[in-house]
Each structure stands twice: as structure tokens, then as C-alpha cells.
């Protein structure tokens, strides 16, 4: 039970620096090209999560030296090497950490030493009791938020009750129906994935222009168009899971408004003003932002993003002047070998470089 506690701790600890080395990727990215509310910002956002499940897909491998001290080994030096180089694929940079031992050297992570200061100062059980304890509160995250999912599939079914049906839109091979409901108080949002649709509250109608009431519909159908849910709902899970890892809300935080940017700009996209999409914003949140919201995506879930998002509509960003094609190149070459250098560094998860 211990050796299977001191391996669930170990593979728990590493999580976070292998997060936090995709996450310096990520940010690297965006702060040398900028990306705007595009997929290829979405796709960048995740970076830090496949990151994370790559690593976790290693596992601890055979040679590291975690197995050896299960069985008592103890380490005589240590040391740590750094450096970028070339491997067969490609860019390297290469942190490796690794122990020497009765004339051997294995490779270990920072999960290891973490492992062998809890045994060492606190007691030989530290380790399995933190990693057992992190894993309860996972799991009981992602088991409430099974349930907070459940309930909204309830409240949903007696929302669409007695609801009328608006119009139909056609998103690809998809009809999305756009209902109206009087029993729903909150703010509209898009559901769904095979039978999509879009659920207002009748209340909220009356109260938009036509121009308004197209830029909600056309912000809930791009939600559709890149199907954000299906996309959101296995990320939110992961969030849950990793919870304990610095880094995780503000990179999920900065997700959801890149999700509700696209969006807006999609309605921008189909011919709605952005004078509308700004008003229709203030309008969604003046009549229901105090109302229930669903547990991932809305046209507006908080006052946190609503700002940013008006201002945004109203005071785009003028394009940047074009710079020399041979600079741009440059940089993207150096930027790619240090983003494909970083994501491959031994020491953050249990990779061991071949």
C-alpha cells in the first residue's frame, strides 16, 4: 500500500512542474506572436494540459531512480544538467536530475525529491497519506461536478417545459432550435451536441432590438459552430482533478473569455454591428445576472470578463504594422525550438531522454 501511495504522490507532485513548463511555452507564444481569439489561442491554452497528460502517460518508467529507493537505495550525490541540443526529435532542452548511487546513475523528477524529504523529515508515510489525500479531494471535485451537471440536466428538462420554440438555425449539418422559456431565469446559453440548442428567457426578448436579439443568438451558435462544450466539459474535469496546482484557475479563467471573445467575434463575423453585441451584453447582464447560470458556458457568466469583453467590441485593436518577413521567420525559429526544448525537459514529470 505504501509503495502504491509513494507512486500516487510521486506522479501527483510532478503534475505541477510539468504544468508549469507548458504553461512557460504557452506564455512565450503568446507574448512573441500574439495570437488573437482564433482556435490556434484556444489550442495554445491547452497546451499546459497535454502537457500535463503526456507526461502522466510515461508514468515512472523502470530506470528511474523512484524504484530504487522504494527498495532502500540510498542516494549518494546528485546533480543537475541543463542545456539545449539536438535529439531525434528534434530541439532539446535537456533538465535532467539524476542520482548517483553505489556506482550507478539513475534519473529522477522533482516529485522523487519532494518523495524523499517527506519520508525523511516528517515520516515514511508522508508521502503516501499527502498523495492519497490529494487524489480524495480530486476525485470528490470531479464527483461534484458530475452532480452540479446532473442537476442542470433536471432543472433543464422543467425549464424547457411548456417552452416555446423561436426559430431554427442551421450550424453545418446541425439544426439548432432556439427556445424561449418562463421558467427560466438566467442567462442564455447553447447545450447540446448532436441536438443542439439555445435556451433564452422569455423575459429577455422584449427587451432587445432585432440587432440585439441576432447578436445573442449568433454569440450562442459560434458557442455551437466550435463545439466549445464539448471541448470545455473534459478541461473543467481536468481542473478538478489538478486542482492543487498554482496556475490551473487563472489559465481556466483566461480559457472561458477567450471561448466568449471567439464567440463575440463570430457574431462580428455575421454582419452584427458591435455597438449591438455591447449592448446586448449590458442588457443580458442588467436582466440576468443574478440568475442561475449553467455550469460552463453563457453569453455572460460574471462581471469578471464583462468589461474587457465591451471594451474589446467597442475599442478593437488597430492591426499592428507588418515587420520584415526575414525577422518574423527568425523569431519563429527561435521560439519554436525553445517552446519544442522546453515541452521535452526531463526533470518537470518522469520523462527519461533517450
Partial sequence: MRLFGDALFDLMFNVAPSFWVGLAATLLIFRVFKPSQGTAAVALLLLPFA????????????????????????????????????????????GQLTSLHGGQSSPQSAGDLALRALRFKVGTNAASVVGFALLAVSLGKAALRCYRLGVFQLLKVRWCQGCSELETRRVGWRQVRVYSSATYRGVPFAGGLWRPYVLLPSRLAPQLTPSEYEA???????????????????????????????????????????????????????????????RALLAVAELTLNGMAPPLLAMCRGRTTLRGRVERLLAPKEPTR??????????????????????????????IPH
Avoid at 502522466?56 to 542516494?75: D, M, T, Y
Avoid at 462544450?229 to 496546482?245: K, M, N, S
Avoid at 480559457?255 to 458591435?274: I, K
Fill in 216 to 278: 445573442v443568438i449568433q454569440h450562442e451558435l459560434a458557442h455551437i459552430r466550435h463545439w466549445d462544450i464539448a471541448l470545455l466539459v473534459p478541461v473543467e474535469y481536468l481542473r478538478d482533478l489538478f486542482w492543487y496546482v498554482p496556475g490551473v484557475k487563472p489559465l481556466m479563467l483566461r480559457l472561458h473569455a477567450l471561448f466568449e471573445q471567439r464567440a463575440d467575434e463570430a457574431a462580428v463575423a455575421a454582419g452584427v454591428p458591435r455597438a449591438d453585441i455591447a
Fill in 51 to 94: 502537457k500535463v497528460l503526456w507526461d502522466l502517460r510515461i508514468g515512472i518508467p523502470a530506470a528511474s531512480f523512484f524504484w530504487a529507493s522504494e527498495r532502500g537505495v540510498r542516494q549518494q550525490l546528485g546533480q543537475f544538467q541543463i542545456g539545449l541540443g539536438l535529439n531525434r526529435w528534434g530541439p532539446g532542452l535537456h
Fill in 322 to 351: 507588418a515587420q520584415q518577413r526575414w525577422f518574423v521567420l527568425a523569431r519563429a525559429a527561435l521560439v519554436t525550438w525553445l517552446v519544442l526544448g522546453t515541452l521535452q525537459a526531463a526533470a518537470c514529470g518522469n520523462q
